[in-house]
């Protein structure tokens, strides 16, 4: 099956994929601040570069897509019908890196939570979420 988008298309689409300030890593941000905790972003002297860091309880938070990081079970992380191979490589390649950056953390005495995409969609329950996991 070929693309529905010229290739020129395809190239600005993608382009426009961010790995910082995404929507969801922004709506997270506001429920967090809104619970009262303060935060880093994207700490680059910690393994993977959480997007938000909590150094004062040594916790943090990472937001990942559910179709980059493959959510298991989610209708979110489905996949490309096209370059079938590339995309699997693309995808455990990505969860490999999670696995190690999660060990790495864990390893510098770093408690970690995930935030998945489709987690936004029950705001309620993910603020209880998070502030179970904040709280000391």
Known sequence: M???????????????????????????????HSLGYRYRLHDSRLPG?????FPSRRKVVFVHGCFWHRHAQCKYA?????????????????????RRTRRELKNL?????????CELKKPEKLTERLDDFLAD
């Open 2 to 32: 070929a693309d529905h988008v010229n290739r020129a298309k395809r190239s600005l689409i993608m382009a426009a994929v961010h790995s910082r300030d995404t929507m969801p890593e922004i709506a997270v941000r506001k429920i967090v």
């Open 109 to 117: 005495g770093w408690t970690q939570m995930t935030v998945w995409q």
């Open 78 to 98: 489905s996949s490309p019908k096209t370059r079938v191979a590339y995309w699997q490589a693309k995808f455990f390649a990505n969860v490999a890196r999670d």
């Open 49 to 53: 570069r959480p997007d938000l860091v």
